[in-house]
């Protein structure tokens, strides 16, 4: 595998901090959420960052490459049209599903977050057809960050450190590792981000996220809205004790501070990159037993995207991801992802608390993300306390089906149906909002009953 180009240290763009990041000093390159840029029409800020030879590349959040189905060609050529556009040197996504497949049964459901992928030999079969799909589609190489998670799945096969050691085996996919999962999921699901990193093969490594979150009764949440505690920083510093990484990239995507700590945090990050690998002297870890012992077992004797595994894996190690695998795969997530976002009852096996902190979480973020990308919507109702208890009463049996833009439409639908809110006058201005952005398409059933209303109200 070829050595990674060199990106340095780095941040997410986000709008809201785009001035900060443009003055930061130091800044070697930047990360865009892939799905929020239009090629053509990028924001001035990335027009000026590239303009400035610093490096802008996409990171996928939509794609669900871990899902049952083939990756959507449309998605993949969005993905493919952004690296182009940004001269990206590659572009990355997620190991993970975020919607039902349409080989289970019922509508499609989205979950609006990235959800774990079981580490069974089905899921691995799917994933990596998938993964060989997406990288004959696009015009750069592509990378998978690890995903942190809340819950983990019953009857899993592998370790994480297998899982991945094997995928990047099988198909020559880049990895992207963010620490600051590796130390949720310690938190979350008792794994030791020592394994983890003694047992992937860290010259498949494309760059590295840091990120911050917060816990709360035993529970860590991947926030990206807080400072970067010296617990990830101490996983990233046992990541650099291994390897240089190519490139490290502060995440931060509300709760945005001033521009002095996000300086502060970069500096934090290049101290610890900054001796040359294998040259941390007191990991802040203890080394897990057998270290190498794991590293060779997950490996096998071939040599990472060549030789006898990956001739093994073209010759028929995925003959078994057909049809039936992926029913099986789809089924699954069909059942989780329906317990988290549409009511139904937590598959067996799982941990019925911890389906339920994730089922309120998802629905938190459902209320946050729509409450930005329809920021009325809280005024109309009342302020965010009322506008929050009356979207996540929709939520509670109201799964996301196409989308938060989407998504904010139906919550306005299912309130003018029911006839609210109460206060006439907010009626109305729900009424006008609604219509406004209604559109043209052919309307359903809950549209022309809330297009009814909409007429009574007139």
Request: a neutral charge.
């Amino acid at each position: 595998m070829k050595p990674m180009a060199h990106l340095g240290v780095g941040i997410g763009w986000r709008p809201e901090i785009a001035g900060a990041v443009e003055s930061l000093p130091g800044l070697d390159w930047v990360e865009v959420v892939a799905e929020n840029i239009c090629p053509g029409h990028l924001p001035e800020s990335l027009d000026r960052l590239l303009a400035r030879g610093i490096r802008v590349v996409p990171h996928g959040v939509s794609l669900g490459i871990g899902g049952a189905d083939r990756p959507d060609p449309a998605k993949l050529a969005a993905l493919g049209e952004r690296a182009v556009a940004l001269g990206a040197p590659l572009v990355t996504e997620h190991i993970a599903f975020v919607r039902t497949s349409s080989v289970a049964p019922g509508p499609v459901l989205e979950a609006g977050h990235l959800l774990p992928v079981p580490r069974t030999r089905d899921a691995l079969d799917v994933l990596c057809e998938n993964v060989r799909i997406a990288q004959d589609a696009l015009p750069v190489p592509l990378a998978l960050e690890n995903i942190a998670a809340l819950v983990s799945w019953p009857g899993e096969e592998l370790t994480e450190g297998q899982f991945l050691t094997e995928l990047v085996e099988r198909t020559g996919v880049r990895l992207l590792i963010d620490v600051a999962n590796l130390h949720t999921n310690r938190v979350n699901r008792g794994e030791d981000p020592v394994a983890v990193l003694d047992g992937i093969p860290l010259e498949a490594l494309a760059y590295v996220h840091v990120a911050g979150g917060v816990e709360r009764g035993g529970v860590w949440h991947d926030t990206h809205a807080h400072p970067v505690p010296a617990a990830v920083l101490d996983v990233l510093a046992e990541l650099r004790s291994r390897v240089e990484p190519a490139g490290v990239l502060l995440e931060r995507d509300d709760d945005f501070p001033p521009d002095a700590e996000l300086a502060g945090e970069l500096a934090a990050i290049r101290r610890v990159l900054g001796g040359p690998a294998g040259a941390v002297p007191d990991p802040p870890f203890p080394r897990s037993p057998g270290a190498a012992r794991t590293r060779a077992a997950n490996t096998g004797a071939a040599e990472v995207g060549s030789g006898p595994a990956r001739a093994a894996s073209d010759g028929g190690a995925e003959v078994g991801s057909g049809d039936a695998v992926r029913t099986r795969v789809g089924i699954g997530q069909a059942a989780l992802l329906s317990a988290l976002v549409a009511g139904t009852p937590v598959p067996e096996g799982f941990d019925r608390q911890r389906v339920r902190v994730q089922a309120r979480a998802l629905a938190a973020k459902r209320a946050g993300v729509v409450s930005k990308l329809a920021p009325e919507l809280p005024g109309i109702l009342g302020g965010e306390d009322a506008y929050r208890e009356a979207f996540l009463g929709y939520a509670r049996h109201r799964p996301m089906t196409a989308g938060y833009r989407r998504d904010a439409m139906d919550f306005a639908e299912h309130l003018l149906v029911r006839n609210l809110p109460a206060d006439p006058a907010a009626r109305r201005r729900l009424t006008l909002w609604w219509r406004d952005r209604a559109g043209a398409r052919p309307p359903g059933r809950a549209v022309r009953w809330a297009r009814a209303l909409v007429g009574r109200a007139a």
